[in-house]
Structures are given as structure tokens and as C-alpha cells.
């Protein structure tokens, strides 16, 4: 769709106060990218008159519709691949020691996209660790998308997607084809629980946890922001529990309550004794 000039500066504004996602000047080709699409599907001719439209009118569906759209989703099935492999060969067999009496486990994927990095915990689980299967085992996926949380609930991937990090054999085992698309069989969909949660607002709904997968969401926010949300993940992680950022994040001179732990090739972080 051609469009004429429109107001990026207002789009960031509302997106950084709903999400806190802060978008540079730089980032103006993703409205250009992805909001023409919102535009067209909404009846207005140009992305300035969508823009227009936002600004003249309360925060209601369409706003919401234009945040998601600018919002970065990208994802893979076991992305970087150690961060799962430390899951597999330390964090789980130690957690799974430690709660051997309660028998109980919480897993958060927070900002978690459409779904693959909880899926990817969850065929990790069937695969590894059939024991889990008589635990009170919680897989909470949650994003503040309720379009991405929309597709994971669906449990449908492209052909593309899952060449992105899934075997054939783990593919075969645990999707099957529906014309172009893969879906995610019922057995791994039903061992996620999916919330939608803001990130930036109370996290009322959420048990204390044993894992947190925070992987590639607190590289978007200002640091004011991040230091609140690590704030409440201290609040919520469980004292033994480890919490994982994406590959090139750190929380260096951010929070001192959480210590690195280099797992192998990859970091965790855990929170500090005394
Ligand atoms: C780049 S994806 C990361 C997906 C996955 N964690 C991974 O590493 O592959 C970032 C996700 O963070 C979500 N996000 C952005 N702001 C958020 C907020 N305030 N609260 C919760 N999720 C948010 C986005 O919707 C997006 O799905």
C-alpha cells in the first residue's frame, strides 16, 4: 500500500506505553513493514489515515491491533540451542532432585512469541524426562500479543518454522501436516497454559516459579523498565530456581541480586545467596 507521510513519532509513543517497548527513530520501517497490512484489513486507505484514525479516537481494538503489529515476534524452535541443552543435562535433573518430595515443577515462558520456545520445552520434557509425566508440572506461556498467543494456541507452523530448529524426527513425532502448515499435536498443547500477561503490570496470576525463560523481550525496554521487571522475577523465582535471558543479553550493572552461571556453552542467572 503507498502512503503518504504519518505520524511515527505518536505510533511509538502509543507503543511504548502499552508495551514499553521503545522503538528508535530507525524503527520506523517496521510500521511501513507491517502496519499497512492492519490499515488494508481495517478499511483505511494509507497508514497515515490509520494513524490519523488512532489519534483521534480512545484506546480501544484498533490500537491494540497496531501495537501487536509493530511488536517484534521473532522466534525459533529450540533457539540457540544450549540454553536447552543446559535445561536437559543440569537445570532440570537438579530441580527435578531437589522437588523429588513435593513432586511439583513451574516453567515460565515469559514473552514467549508463538509458542515455540514453550514447545520446545515441552518436547525437551516428553523426550527426556518421562518422569515429569505423574508431577504437578506447570508450562506457563504468556505475551502481551494477543494475536502471537492466538497461533500458539492453534499449535499451526509454517513449513518454514519448523525447518527452523526441529529434526525430522522430532517434527514427524510430534506434528502432523494439514495442507501447507504443521500442527503441534494435542498432547504438547495441552501441557502449555497460556496467559496473557503485560510484562510492565502486576503479575497477579502467576505461581512462584522453578524456571524462568525470559529470552529476547528485556533487550526492547529502557532500563528503568528492566530493572522493575527483574525486580519482580526476583519476587516470583523460586530461591534454587534459575532464570534464562537470550544469548546476547545481560543484566550486568542492571541487578546485582542475580548471579551468571555459565552452564556448560551457555549462561543462567540465579539469585545471589546473602
Ligand atoms: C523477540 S520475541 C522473543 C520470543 C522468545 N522468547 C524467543 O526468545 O524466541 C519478544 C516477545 O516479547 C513480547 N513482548 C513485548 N513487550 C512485552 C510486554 N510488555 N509484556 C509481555 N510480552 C512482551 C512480544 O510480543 C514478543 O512476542
Same mark, same amino acid.
Given at each position: 500500500m503507498s502512503s503518504p507521510p504519518f505520524d511515527f513519532d505518536y505510533l511509538r509513543g502509543l507503543v511504548q506505553q502499552q508495551s514499553a517497548v521503545v522503538l528508535s527513530a530507525e524503527k520506523k520501517y517496521l510500521a511501513d513493514l507491517h502496519l499497512g497490512a492492519v490499515a488494508e484489513r481495517t478499511g483505511f486507505s494509507s497508514i497515515a489515515d490509520l494513524v490519523e484514525q488512532l489519534k483521534r479516537t480512545p484506546f480501544g481494538a484498533l490500537h491494540v491491533q497496531a501495537v501487536e503489529?509493530?511488536? %517484534? $515476534?521473532? %522466534?525459533?524452535?529450540?533457539?540457540?540451542?544450549?540454553?536447552?541443552?543446559?535445561?536437559? %543435562?543440569?537445570?532440570?535433573?537438579?530441580?527435578?532432585?531437589?522437588?523429588? =518430595?513435593?513432586?511439583?515443577?513451574?516453567?515460565?515462558?515469559?514473552?514467549?512469541?508463538?509458542? =515455540?520456545?514453550p514447545y520446545s520445552?515441552?518436547?525437551?520434557?516428553?523426550?527426556?524426562?518421562?518422569?515429569?509425566? $505423574?508431577? $504437578?508440572? =506447570?508450562?506457563?506461556?504468556?505475551?502481551?500479543?494477543?494475536?502471537?498467543?492466538?497461533?500458539?494456541k492453534q499449535g499451526y507452523y509454517s513449513q518454514l518454522e519448523v525447518n527452523r530448529g526441529l529434526s525430522s524426527t522430532l517434527r514427524d513425532k510430534y506434528f502432523h501436516k494439514q495442507q501447507e502448515t504443521w500442527q503441534i499435536s494435542d498432547t504438547l498443547r495441552q501441557m502449555v497454559t497460556v496467559q496473557q500477561l503485560n510484562l510492565i503490570h502486576e503479575w497477579k496470576a502467576l505461581p512462584v516459579i522453578d524456571i524462568i525463560f525470559l529470552r529476547n523481550v528485556l533487550i526492547y525496554f529502557d532500563t528503568e523498565t528492566k530493572k522493575s521487571i527483574?525486580?519482580?522475577?526476583? =519476587?516470583?523465582?523460586?530461591?534454587?530456581?534459575?532464570?534464562?535471558?537470550?544469548g546476547g543479553e545481560t543484566i550486568l550493572n542492571i541487578d546485582d541480586k542475580f548471579e551468571p552461571v555459565q552452564i556448560d556453552q551457555s549462561i543462567c542467572h540465579r539469585l545471589r545467596i546473602g
Open positions: 503489529a509493530m511488536l %517484534t $515476534n521473532e %522466534t525459533s524452535f529450540f533457539r540457540d540451542h544450549y540454553p536447552f541443552e543446559s535445561l536437559k %543435562t543440569v537445570v532440570l535433573p537438579h530441580l527435578i532432585q531437589q522437588r523429588r =518430595q513435593e513432586r511439583s515443577l513451574a516453567i515460565w515462558c515469559a514473552g514467549c512469541s508463538y509458542g =515455540q520456545e520445552i515441552a518436547i525437551l520434557i516428553q523426550e527426556h524426562f518421562p518422569e515429569l509425566a $505423574n508431577w $504437578n508440572l =506447570q508450562l506457563i506461556a504468556s505475551d502481551v500479543s494477543g494475536k502471537a498467543l492466538a497461533r500458539l527483574l525486580r519482580k522475577v526476583h =519476587q516470583h523465582l523460586r530461591l534454587d530456581g534459575y532464570l534464562f535471558l537470550g
